[in-house]
Protein backbone atom coordinates (compact mmCIF):
# COMPACT_ATOMS: atom_id res chain seq x y z
CA UNK A 1 0.00 0.00 0.00
CA UNK A 2 2.85 2.48 1.13
CA UNK A 3 4.67 1.29 -2.40
CA UNK A 4 1.83 2.03 -4.50
CA UNK A 5 0.42 4.96 -2.62
CA UNK A 6 4.31 7.19 -3.16
CA UNK A 7 3.97 5.97 -6.64
CA UNK A 8 0.59 7.99 -7.15
CA UNK A 9 2.38 10.62 -5.22
CA UNK A 10 5.18 10.84 -8.06
CA UNK A 11 2.83 10.02 -11.14
CA UNK A 12 -1.04 11.06 -10.42
CA UNK A 13 -1.88 10.10 -13.70
CA UNK A 14 -0.65 6.10 -13.09
CA UNK A 15 -3.94 4.26 -13.86
CA UNK A 16 -1.91 1.03 -13.07
CA UNK A 17 -0.25 1.93 -9.52
CA UNK A 18 -3.73 3.24 -8.58
CA UNK A 19 -5.27 -0.42 -9.58
CA UNK A 20 -3.04 -2.00 -8.18
CA UNK A 21 -3.50 0.36 -4.87
CA UNK A 22 -7.16 -0.36 -5.08
CA UNK A 23 -6.13 -4.43 -4.99
CA UNK A 24 -4.04 -4.29 -1.86
CA UNK A 25 -6.61 -1.84 -0.12
CA UNK A 26 -9.22 -4.22 -0.73
CA UNK A 27 -6.97 -6.86 0.38
CA UNK A 28 -6.60 -5.02 3.58
CA UNK A 29 -10.28 -4.83 4.21
CA UNK A 30 -10.17 -0.82 3.55
CA UNK A 31 -13.30 -0.50 1.53
CA UNK A 32 -13.62 2.69 0.90
CA UNK A 33 -9.79 3.80 0.25
CA UNK A 34 -10.35 1.07 -2.52
CA UNK A 35 -13.36 2.57 -3.70
CA UNK A 36 -11.57 5.44 -4.25
CA UNK A 37 -8.13 4.13 -5.58
CA UNK A 38 -10.04 2.22 -8.20
CA UNK A 39 -12.31 5.67 -9.23
CA UNK A 40 -8.32 7.18 -9.83
CA UNK A 41 -7.86 3.77 -11.69
CA UNK A 42 -10.78 4.55 -13.77
CA UNK A 43 -10.32 8.50 -14.39
CA UNK A 44 -6.51 7.63 -15.18
CA UNK A 45 -6.78 4.97 -18.35
CA UNK A 46 -7.97 1.03 -15.97
CA UNK A 47 -11.27 2.06 -16.38
CA UNK A 48 -12.49 -1.63 -17.71
CA UNK A 49 -10.20 -3.25 -15.12
CA UNK A 50 -11.19 -0.67 -12.16
CA UNK A 51 -14.85 -1.64 -13.12
CA UNK A 52 -14.36 -5.19 -13.18
CA UNK A 53 -12.35 -4.96 -9.59
CA UNK A 54 -14.98 -2.60 -8.30
CA UNK A 55 -17.72 -4.99 -9.74
CA UNK A 56 -16.25 -8.00 -7.39
CA UNK A 57 -15.75 -5.42 -4.46
CA UNK A 58 -19.33 -5.43 -3.86
CA UNK A 59 -19.98 -8.87 -5.19
CA UNK A 60 -18.10 -10.12 -1.82
CA UNK A 61 -19.81 -7.66 0.39
CA UNK A 62 -22.97 -8.47 -0.98
CA UNK A 63 -22.37 -12.25 -0.24
CA UNK A 64 -20.77 -11.04 3.02
CA UNK A 65 -24.36 -9.25 4.23
CA UNK A 66 -26.17 -12.52 3.27
CA UNK A 67 -24.10 -14.42 5.76
CA UNK A 68 -25.48 -12.47 8.54
CA UNK A 69 -28.83 -12.18 7.23
CA UNK A 70 -28.68 -8.19 6.16
CA UNK A 71 -30.80 -8.97 2.83
CA UNK A 72 -31.19 -5.21 2.27
CA UNK A 73 -27.76 -4.86 2.59
CA UNK A 74 -27.03 -7.78 0.27
CA UNK A 75 -29.07 -6.16 -2.24
CA UNK A 76 -27.45 -3.12 -1.97
CA UNK A 77 -24.45 -4.21 -2.31
CA UNK A 78 -24.85 -6.54 -5.56
CA UNK A 79 -26.68 -3.63 -7.48
CA UNK A 80 -23.92 -1.26 -7.00
CA UNK A 81 -21.54 -4.39 -8.34
CA UNK A 82 -23.86 -3.81 -11.36
CA UNK A 83 -23.63 -0.48 -11.14
CA UNK A 84 -19.68 -1.58 -12.14
CA UNK A 85 -20.28 -4.33 -14.59
CA UNK A 86 -23.36 -6.41 -14.69
CA UNK A 87 -22.88 -9.85 -12.79
CA UNK A 88 -25.45 -12.64 -12.88
CA UNK A 89 -24.44 -14.03 -9.89
CA UNK A 90 -24.82 -10.51 -8.57
CA UNK A 91 -28.64 -10.57 -9.58
CA UNK A 92 -28.93 -14.13 -8.14
CA UNK A 93 -27.78 -12.83 -4.64
CA UNK A 94 -30.42 -9.78 -4.83
CA UNK A 95 -32.90 -12.33 -5.98
CA UNK A 96 -32.52 -14.56 -3.11
CA UNK A 97 -32.40 -11.72 -0.34
CA UNK A 98 -35.51 -9.79 -2.10
CA UNK A 99 -37.33 -13.80 -1.53
CA UNK A 100 -36.43 -14.08 1.94
CA UNK A 101 -37.46 -10.37 2.53
CA UNK A 102 -40.98 -11.42 1.37
CA UNK A 103 -40.23 -9.15 -1.57
CA UNK A 104 -41.56 -11.33 -4.45
CA UNK A 105 -41.78 -8.44 -7.28
CA UNK A 106 -38.45 -7.70 -6.58
CA UNK A 107 -37.83 -11.10 -6.19
CA UNK A 108 -39.12 -11.70 -10.03
CA UNK A 109 -37.15 -8.72 -11.53
CA UNK A 110 -33.80 -9.51 -10.14
CA UNK A 111 -34.37 -13.74 -11.27
CA UNK A 112 -35.67 -12.00 -14.42
CA UNK A 113 -32.51 -10.12 -15.26
CA UNK A 114 -30.20 -12.64 -13.82
CA UNK A 115 -31.63 -15.15 -16.67
CA UNK A 116 -31.30 -12.35 -19.57
CA UNK A 117 -27.47 -12.16 -18.39
CA UNK A 118 -27.34 -15.71 -17.87
CA UNK A 119 -30.05 -17.90 -19.92
CA UNK A 120 -28.08 -21.08 -20.19
CA UNK A 121 -27.21 -21.18 -16.44
CA UNK A 122 -27.27 -24.25 -14.81
CA UNK A 123 -30.57 -23.52 -12.07
CA UNK A 124 -32.48 -21.59 -14.98
CA UNK A 125 -35.11 -24.00 -15.12
CA UNK A 126 -35.60 -24.23 -11.20
CA UNK A 127 -35.08 -20.22 -11.59
CA UNK A 128 -37.68 -20.12 -14.00
CA UNK A 129 -40.26 -22.34 -11.86
CA UNK A 130 -39.72 -20.33 -8.96
CA UNK A 131 -40.52 -17.34 -11.11
CA UNK A 132 -43.88 -19.28 -12.19
CA UNK A 133 -44.69 -19.44 -7.97
CA UNK A 134 -44.31 -16.22 -7.03
CA UNK A 135 -46.41 -14.89 -10.22
CA UNK A 136 -49.10 -17.73 -9.38
CA UNK A 137 -48.88 -16.19 -5.38
CA UNK A 138 -49.15 -12.87 -6.84
CA UNK A 139 -52.52 -13.46 -8.76
CA UNK A 140 -50.19 -12.90 -12.25
CA UNK A 141 -51.85 -16.33 -13.66
CA UNK A 142 -50.91 -14.87 -17.02
CA UNK A 143 -46.85 -14.57 -16.34
CA UNK A 144 -47.47 -17.82 -13.80
CA UNK A 145 -48.54 -19.68 -17.12
CA UNK A 146 -46.26 -18.62 -19.32
CA UNK A 147 -43.05 -19.57 -16.84
CA UNK A 148 -44.70 -23.16 -16.35
CA UNK A 149 -44.87 -23.53 -19.46
CA UNK A 150 -40.96 -22.77 -20.27
CA UNK A 151 -40.18 -25.26 -17.62
CA UNK A 152 -43.17 -28.37 -18.76
CA UNK A 153 -40.79 -30.60 -20.14
CA UNK A 154 -38.12 -30.01 -17.51
CA UNK A 155 -37.16 -33.60 -16.30
CA UNK A 156 -37.80 -32.20 -12.52
CA UNK A 157 -39.62 -29.31 -12.76
CA UNK A 158 -41.79 -30.36 -15.42
CA UNK A 159 -43.81 -32.81 -13.37
CA UNK A 160 -44.46 -29.92 -10.72
CA UNK A 161 -44.89 -27.09 -13.52
CA UNK A 162 -47.66 -29.52 -15.69
CA UNK A 163 -49.77 -30.08 -12.40
CA UNK A 164 -49.41 -26.00 -11.72
CA UNK A 165 -50.31 -25.87 -15.74
CA UNK A 166 -53.85 -27.69 -14.62
CA UNK A 167 -54.82 -25.91 -11.98
CA UNK A 168 -54.30 -22.65 -13.44
CA UNK A 169 -56.11 -23.27 -17.24
Same mark, same amino acid.
Do not use: W
Given at each position: *? ?90 ? *? ?46 ? @? ?23 ? @????
Amino acid at each position: *IASYTKVTELNPANGDAYLRLGRALAASGKVNEAVAAYESATANGEEADAKKQLSNLFLKMAQAKTKVKDYQGAIDNALKANSYLENANAYK *IAASSAQKMGNNAQCIEFYEKYLAVKPNAKDAAGVTFTIAALYQQMGN @KAKAIENYEKVASDPQYGPGAQEQL @KVLK
